[in-house]
């Protein structure tokens, strides 16, 4: 097994393990709960392999005072990568203690147990605890050091039962755990004014608003960042609303017109990275050519909640409470704005809503900070708007794609070439040498954004994320074009470049299937060699019905699969997708290989909602923008899915015992894309090339726009 | 400021604010009940959810003087961990929720809805909580805890 390079980085075990003399032992990790149940899942780890009772662990809240820096909590890594080194932790942990309780007992280490914290003879004398060791055991010890090479793989070790989620019961009963229930004794309410672009400067706030705020409100403005403070939040509320009304910003980029964003995203200065290069040179394949072009529009992370952090500066130290999703990079891009010591700064992990991807996190809770040194030690608190929420923060690039392949006589694929345009994937703080936080762009001296680029092959890609077929093609050619400009900001959403690509490649390899005259599901178990991507194809055809008659009429079925970065989860999607007055999908079907499941029920929770939050990005979801800037800063102009519209969601999970978790987190978004898109080709026998599936676009595919894949 | 007396859970409280100000905001700041959420302040997401009389309304949209001698109740007073309301206990047995934000709006507008329908079909129940957005996509989740407390409820 390698080792974690969270463990690599935080290699003592005290980094990561306190134990305490009344046996209550706390874990802390640097993966942070972003309402995926994470903690609990490695909670369930450390328990299991020190051999606790859950009510004796706790995992400690994230802070750059205490917790291991594990980087940003993305990318579907953290049980891969946090949890195998809370396993090397705990087994290391675990060991030291039973080598401890054998040394003062006399007995070979090897016979020991550890049950409920107790240290236990075979025949059930207890010979140490970890509380009665905790005072002679040294945790400052290196990880590997405690665990010999050679011992029993770690991902071998049965797991308890499931726990459920440590952080479910605050929630329903109405206790405060979110940031935006945080207060600080003394704390001021502050509102951030933004110009309706990316780019814009304050031309102009009329006197007499300044002379117009009452009393107990006041403003911040640093160039053309400016904010209202109140000590009541309602004051703040009401005057950010006037100021809003007042304020006259010049805006320094044109925004692409919106009917012809697919057009303007081939026509922009791009980089063009080659993932797979083919065989160039060599002579067309003989056989048919097929070709066809898909696109999809921005899409919003769309928290339920606002953005919020709060900050307090003393003069010296500057803390900042936020739900970000990095707390050492959140850290770090602070101290580099503010031109301050990255030790005298601190920041507190608190739980927000769920975020989906780098939403405006990092950027509120550097309004905080900003404003928290213009109060003179009083603490701030910053809350974004919907419209904010919506429109300021950052979103998932526009997507665009050329496909084309042979499909040979011998029914082979052959000559795959894919080209996808697209902005960067992570602007993310710190990512590409610049502080990556939105209010400093516009204060006097900051730095603007940078167009956001992309993640490199090792961490999965970005626009580029699952462009490579999976399947059997030949030599595939394989490039990404992203964008040096950025006139609406881009970066990272849940599963990055996966959702587009995938729904791409599967609706194309329907579209090959029915030029073939070949099954769906057959053509693309030709052409799979993992045993592992055939299984869950396979066994969500299987549970889904595939090859019976439809259940209704204008309902049909769809496939899609991909492995999740290619080196990922195992995942299909069967889609039953109804088309009458609109689209809607009344079932979906994932089956999916996560490797090892840490927590069941927590894997099926993942692979519902992330189902489910596809689904609404596949049908509805699409940021509307004018010359003026973003329009849809409502859930009127941007839906999601509502209760009524959920499809009913069936998950099959298959085990894989001793073989390494994988993250469960976003590996359905592609697949669940593509099979809704072939779903409703299924259904009526239209190709609809556009995501979002509205109204708008599929009447547009059934007949204002002539097909696009072309059949010579 | 103007002094308003509201009913709150079950108990009479003062406030000195705005006549505009809103209940969520009285709620929140001034009583110190965080269960009820921001989510748009536009009575689009629901998660600002409260009982006034027994109804389910927006408290983001409600000014404070609008709720004259109504009686509002929040999540806070509809069960505890020791004695939960079915709808709590079924949330939690079914582990229905995911980041929780939008969970104490969905459970005051449920437990309304059950009140007036003790045994909702399952598009009963989604049609009755489309008020409501969940952005986790925990609704599957969410309609089915429903439908196990109203079972729970009836035995």
């Known amino acids: ?712 | 400021m103007p002094v308003f007396l509201i009913n709150v859970n079950g108990e009479q409280a003062r406030v000195d604010t705005e006549p505009r100000t809103s209940l969520l905001t009285v709620l929140r700041n001034d009583l110190g009940l965080k269960a009820a959420k921001f989510g748009c302040g536009q009575t689009l997401c629901g998660a600002c959810t409260v009982w006034v009389d027994d109804r389910p309304v927006y408290a983001c949209d409600l000014p404070v003087e609008a709720v004259g001698d109504g009686k509002v109740r929040t999540l806070e007073s509809l069960g505890t961990e020791s004695a939960p309301h079915p709808l709590q206990r079924a949330f939690v047995e079914g582990q229905a929720g995911q980041c929780g934000y939008c969970l104490p709006g969905i459970i005051m507008r449920a437990a309304a809805f059950l009140r007036d329908h003790p045994a909702p079909s399952r598009a009963e129940v989604a049609e009755a909580l489309d008020p409501n957005l969940c952005r986790c996509g925990s609704q599957q989740r969410i309609v089915n805890a429903v439908l196990n407390a109203a079972t729970e409820a009836a035995r």
């Open chain 1, 1 to 712: 097994m390698t080792l974690s390079p969270s463990l690599a980085a935080n290699p003592l075990i005290s980094s990561w393990l306190t134990i305490r003399a009344d046996g209550t032992v706390t874990l802390r990790v640097g993966k942070a709960e972003l309402g995926q149940g994470i903690h609990t899942a490695l909670a369930q780890i450390a328990v299991t392999e020190l051999g606790l009772s859950p009510d004796q662990l706790v995992v400690a809240p994230l802070s750059t005072a205490a917790s291991p820096d594990e980087g940003f909590t993305a990318g579907s890594l953290s049980t891969q990568v946090s949890g195998a080194a809370v396993r090397a932790v705990g087994a290391a942990a675990r060991r030291l203690f039973i080598e401890a309780a054998a040394r003062r007992a006399a007995v070979p280490a090897s016979s020991l147990t550890v049950v409920d914290g107790a240290i236990r003879t075979p025949e059930g004398e207890i010979v140490g605890s970890y509380s009665s060791l905790a005072a002679e055991v040294n945790l400052d010890v290196d990880t590997a050091g405690a665990v010999p090479a050679g011992a029993v793989p770690l991902a071998e070790r049965p797991a308890r039962s499931d726990l459920t989620r440590i952080d479910l019961p605050d929630k329903v009963f109405g206790r405060p755990r979110f940031i935006q229930d945080m207060e600080l004794p003394g704390m001021v309410h502050a509102r951030v004014i933004r110009p309706p672009l990316l780019r814009a400067t304050l031309a102009d706030i009329p006197e007499e608003r300044l002379a117009g705020l009452p009393p107990a409100a006041w403003m911040v403005r640093d160039g053309d960042f400016l904010a209202v403070l109140a000590d009541r939040e309602e004051v703040a509320d009401a005057d950010a609303a006037r100021l809003r009304g007042s304020a006259k910003w010049e805006p320094a980029d044109d925004l692409p017109e919106e009917s012809r964003l697919t057009s303007w995203l081939r026509d922009q200065r791009s980089e063009t990275s080659v993932l797979a290069a083919g065989e160039r040179g060599r002579p067309a394949p003989p056989g048919t050519r097929v070709s066809a072009s898909y696109s999809r529009g921005l899409i919003a992370h769309a928290s339920i909640a606002t953005s919020c952090a709060l900050a307090r500066f003393d003069g010296r130290l500057l803390e900042v409470w936020s739900h970000t999703q990095g707390i050492f990079p959140l850290r770090a891009a602070i101290a580099d704005a503010l031109g301050l010591d990255k030790s005298d700064v601190v920041v507190y992990h608190v739980e927000g809503a769920g975020c989906y991807g780098h939403n405006p996190a990092d950027d509120v809770a550097f309004d905080a900070a900003l404003l928290a040194c213009r109060t003179g030690g009083r603490a701030v608190r910053v809350l974004w708007d919907r419209a904010a929420e919506l429109g300021s923060g950052p979103l998932a690039s526009a997507m665009t794609a050329d496909v084309t392949a042979v499909l040979g006589p011998d029914g082979s694929v052959r000559d795959w070439t894919y080209d996808v345009w697209s902005n960067g994937y992570n602007g993310r703080p710190g990512y590409a040498g610049n502080p990556g936080l939105l209010a400093n762009g516009y204060r006097r001296g900051g730095r603007a954004l940078p167009p956001s680029v992309d993640p490199p092959l090792a961490s999965g890609l970005g626009s580029g994320r699952n462009a490579v077929p999976a399947y059997t093609v030949g030599s595939p050619r394989v490039a990404t074009h992203r964008l040096l400009s950025m006139p609406i900001r881009t970066s990272a959403i849940r599963s990055l470049g996966a959702h587009f690509n995938v729904f791409a490649i599967e609706s194309f390899m329907d579209e090959l299937a029915a030029a073939s005259g070949v099954d769906p599901l057959a053509f693309r178990l030709a052409r799979l060699d993992d045993e592992r991507a055939r299984a869950v194809l396979l066994a969500a055809a299987d549970a889904a019905g595939w090859g019976q008659p439809p259940g209704a009429a204008d309902t049909g079925l769809g496939l899609g699969y991909a492995r999740y970065k290619n080196t990922g989860a195992y995942c299909a999607a069967a889609a039953e997708v109804e088309a009458r007055e609109s689209v809607r999908v009344r079932r979906l079907v994932l089956a999916v290989d996560v490797g090892q499941v840490v927590n069941r029920d927590g894997v099926r929770n993942q692979i519902e909602g992330g189902a489910i939050q596809a689904a609404s990005w596949t049908l509805k979801e699409q940021v509307r923008f004018g010359p003026d800037g973003i329009t849809s800063l409502s859930w009127e102009t941007y839906p999601v899915l509502r209760f009524s519209e959920t499809p009913q969601v069936d998950v099959v999970v298959i085990g894989r015992p001793g073989y390494p978790s994988l993250g469960a987190g976003e590996c359905t978004a592609g697949p669940v894309a593509g099979a809704i898109a072939n779903g409703l080709f299924a259904a009526i026998g239209v190709r609809a090339r556009t995501l979002p599936l509205t109204d708008q676009n599929v009447l547009r595919a059934i007949g204002l726009d002539p097909p696009e894949a072309v059949i010579p």
